[in-house]
């Protein structure tokens, strides 16, 4: 069975006429004809019901429809894959990130990246959200997986991954054993915040969620490095409200409890700089899109 098969039987399928479809496909009826008859055979059963004035699908065809189509999407998809390797050769991809993204889009994309396209140059700079955006406007990184605000004329984003927020407290802190708590509840220990220049958006977010909930956090002091903020809750300074790809980081002094109530949620967006049509940028990007869900 050849592709040429396929791309026959779906238009004799879609047109229900074979005059019709052998015009469509520049070619001769009879052609056409035995074409589709040596398909049947090779299948095993026929595909089409045909009589003096209809042509119609049978119950097989139409399950063989569907998986045609898909089997000359993919063609076309290797096809479109093969020569942007081709372009992408020797290039070289940038990528900014925050946390989240080194822990939950990167482990579903690098691998594949690597393997569709093990000739471009891959490199990974760890960078908050503010130095991501200036990054990705002074073109010194080509993507950027940061945080909201997304304001800047001429980059263009999209949301990758939603996180919920969720109290990272000392292992032995008297709350530590709950299986949710409340922010009313925390009230009462020292409040480690993330600072703007390392969460974006995630300050605001806390801020807004304490005011709809009538609860006021005791700010001991503000911290502008994750690692930073998560040793000294292991030390018994505080707690923090952080996205919940926290619960994945080795501290055995640390534990991350959901919270209680309505969740709080978080975006991850993925930018680029709008006129970057290069092929290694598109390839990027449509690999994420394809392996990532939004929660």
Wanted: hydrophobic residues 45%; charged residues 20%; aromatic residues 6%.
């Amino acid at each position: 069975m050849e592709l040429r098969h396929l791309r026959y039987f779906i238009a004799v399928a879609e047109e229900l006429n074979f005059t019709r479809a052998a015009q469509r496909l520049n070619t001769a009826q009879p052609s056409l004809s035995q074409q589709i008859q040596d398909l049947e055979h090779e299948v095993g059963t026929p595909l089409f019901i045909r009589t003096k004035r209809s042509v119609s699908l049978t119950t097989a065809g139409q399950v063989f429809l569907d998986e045609a189509r898909l089997t000359l999407a993919q063609s076309r998809r290797a096809i479109a894959s093969a020569r942007r390797a081709a372009e992408i050769d020797g290039q070289k991809l940038t990528v900014g990130f925050v946390p989240a993204a080194e822990i939950k889009i990167f482990p579903h994309i690098l691998t594949f990246m690597r393997a569709h396209f093990p000739k471009l140059q891959l490199q990974l700079q760890s960078l908050t959200t503010m130095e991501q955006r200036a990054a990705l406007l002074r073109g010194d990184i080509d993507i950027a997986f940061l945080r909201l605000p997304m304001e800047d004329a001429g980059l263009k984003a999209q949301t990758v991954l939603r996180e919920r927020l969720v109290a990272v407290l000392p292992a032995n802190h008297a709350l530590a054993s709950r299986t949710q708590v409340s922010l009313t509840e925390l009230a009462e220990t020292p409040f480690l915040e993330i600072s703007p220049l390392q969460g974006g958006m995630l300050f605001n977010i806390i801020r807004d969620s304490m005011k709809s909930q009538d609860v006021t956090l005791q700010t001991a002091q503000q911290v502008e490095n994750v690692l930073t903020l998560l040793t000294l809750i292991g030390l018994g300074f505080g707690f923090s409200l952080l996205p919940d790809y926290a619960e994945s980081l080795a501290f055995r002094n640390v534990t991350t409890i959901p919270l209680s109530g309505p969740p709080i949620h978080i975006d991850l967006l993925m930018a680029w700089r709008e006129d970057d049509q290069s092929p290694e940028n598109a390839a990027f990007r449509e690999l994420v899109n394809d392996r990532t869900k939004i929660d």
